[in-house]
């Protein structure tokens, strides 16, 4: 589904990643964890193109992204929520979500289709449902972060890309939150950075774990959660 081979990144002088081999299987939720500042968010940021300077491969159902920017990535259905979750501040809820369908380009269907996603993330968030007509300045952290990855569905994601979705949300929020995303996972596979390990490993089959920008660990949930390894790799 998605491949990542050997991928680098480099912020200036500053070597985020180096070398990461990593991949999302057809069906699968795999978790990126890691300390503050190991390379996570340049790592997504590199598969989606958001960030240029970087070498090695990303495929995607085994085809080579090459030198595709982002735009042209999210419409191959790869798409990213990124940190911060970030909605257009004048447009409405429903307006955000609207305009968000372009990622999904030629792949899209037509207004129909539209229309049904539009259902399918009024469902999954139903609190959207009675915000749809407030602007993006109004809305709470929590709401913010449901339009955002509402805004990736309507992009018909073939492989989700979610960078800390529950920083800096209530508890409670949280919960609506991943309890959307264990619906999601169901057809379309994630790579989820968190923070919150315990939460990662509730959602997803694999983890892959970073330490300053290397991996530094591998394996499936259930053989790393709580285990020594995990804590030690968090330990620069
Ligand atoms: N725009 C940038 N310019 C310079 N250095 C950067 C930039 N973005 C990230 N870095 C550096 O790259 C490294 C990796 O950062 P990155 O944001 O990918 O880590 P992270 O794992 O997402 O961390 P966090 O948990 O804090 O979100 C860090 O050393 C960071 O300081
Ligand atoms: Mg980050």
Redesign the pocket.
Same mark, same amino acid.
């Given at each position: 589904m998605l491949r990542v081979e050997g991928l680098t990144?480099h912020?200036?002088p500053?070597a $985020? @990643?180096v070398g990461l081999d990593l991949e999302v299987r057809p069906g699968e939720a795999v978790a990126l964890l890691?300390?503050?500042?190991?390379?996570? &968010?340049? &790592?997504l $940021?590199a598969i989606s193109r958001l960030v240029a300077a970087t070498s090695g491969t990303v495929r995607l159902d085994g085809r080579p992204l090459g030198r595709r920017g982002a735009d042209q990535v999210a419409r191959l259905g790869l798409l990213h929520v990124p940190?911060g979750r970030r909605v257009f501040s004048t447009l409405t809820v429903h307006e955000n979500l609207l305009v968000a369908g372009s990622a999904r380009g030629r792949r899209g269907g037509g207004r129909r289709a539209g229309r049904a996603l539009l259902d399918e993330v009024y469902d999954l968030f139903p609190m959207l449902a009675a915000l749809r007509d407030r602007p993006g300045w109004a809305l709470s952290g929590g709401e913010a972060q449901m339009v955002a990855i509402g805004r990736a569905l309507m992009g018909m994601p073939r492989v989700l890309l979610l960078?800390?979705p529950s920083l800096g949300l209530a508890p409670t929020v949280v919960d609506a939150v991943y309890a959307a995303l264990a619906r999601i996972r169901e057809r379309v596979p994630l790579l989820l @950075?968190e923070?919150d390990s315990a939460r990662a490993f509730e959602l997803c089959d694999r983890a892959y774990v970073?330490r300053s920008?290397r991996l530094a660990l591998a394996g499936t949930a259930a053989g790393l959660r709580g285990t020594p390894k995990l804590v030690a790799a968090y330990l620069t």
């Open positions: 990144v912020h200036g500053v $985020a @990643v890691g300390a503050n500042g190991a390379g996570k &968010t340049s &790592t $940021a940190e960078d800390e @950075v923070q970073l920008g």
